[in-house]
């Protein structure tokens, strides 16, 4: 292999790793701990259960789901089968604000008594209305059984997010302010970074401009030599 080749080509794998680096995910999941104190028909009750919350893009709206790990409460009798449904709401952050709601289904076996409670995972639609890093975080669960909210659930720990989603695509949902009245565009103000998912980004924007500045360098010296 010659050696214009051989600069060539590993010119490439480098400009290839940048764009890698470049290409962040649109969405960081982290499980968290949540603490739930729960009023309930025969008292108070608490448990500490891993909360899960994932979302899948679908179309304009996303897909959340919302997974625990184990039970937060108990009941004293017996609970048969399709009489128990969770639902919970999710708190929104950053970009967005208020809440989205999501809702397990019905119990496919029977619960015994004294027998802590799996919920299971909880489903529901989040339609963003402008473009930016939202994040979702665990609220409050209700289990609704035998005909009336047996128990009541909030988080006492204050849990940090379960989800940050990078919003992109939603159409005039951006911040970007309108053009002056002298025919010239205002720059948009840079947004604050956030974290380590936008340095990644930022990191792989600079390498790919100092890549690209020594692949013009090179081109320059290699038809100088050819000369």
């Known amino acids: 292999m010659t050696d214009r080749r051989r600069t060539a080509a590993a ?23 949540v603490n739930y104190a729960c009023e309930t028909k025969i008292g108070p009750k608490g448990a500490v259960s891993p909360v899960d919350i994932k979302a899948v893009r679908d179309g304009s709206a996303y897909t959340i789901t919302m997974s625990f790990e184990k ?6 009798v017996e609970l048969p089968k399709g009489v128990m449904t969770p639902r919970a709401e999710l708190v929104l952050g950053g970009a967005d604000s208020g ?33 930016g890093k939202v994040t979702f975080t665990a609220g409050t669960l209700t289990v609704h059984a035998l005909g009336m909210d047996a128990a009541v659930c909030t988080p006492k720990n204050n849990p940090g997010p379960a989800l940050a989603l990078e919003v ?22 840079e947004l604050p970074r956030t974290g380590p998912l936008d340095s990644a980004v930022a990191l ?21 030599t050819a000369r």
């Open 168 to 189: 992109t695509g939603v159409s005039g949902g951006s911040d970007t302010p309108p053009p002056s009245s002298g025919g010239e565009e205002t720059p948009p103000a």
């Open 11 to 33: 010119l490439a794998a480098a400009v290839t790793g940048a764009v890698v680096l470049a290409a962040a995910p649109a969405a960081q999941a982290a499980v968290v701990d």
């Open 204 to 224: 792989g924007t600079l390498g790919g401009t100092v890549l690209l500045t020594g692949a013009a360098g090179v081109l320059w010296l290699t038809r100088r």
């Open 99 to 131: 809440t989205v709601k999501v809702k397990g289904t019905p119990n496919t076996a029977a619960i015994p008594p004294d027998t802590p409670i799996k919920i299971g995972t909880l489903t529901g639609t989040y339609t963003p209305k402008k473009n």
């Open 71 to 76: 039970g937060v409460s108990d009941s004293p």
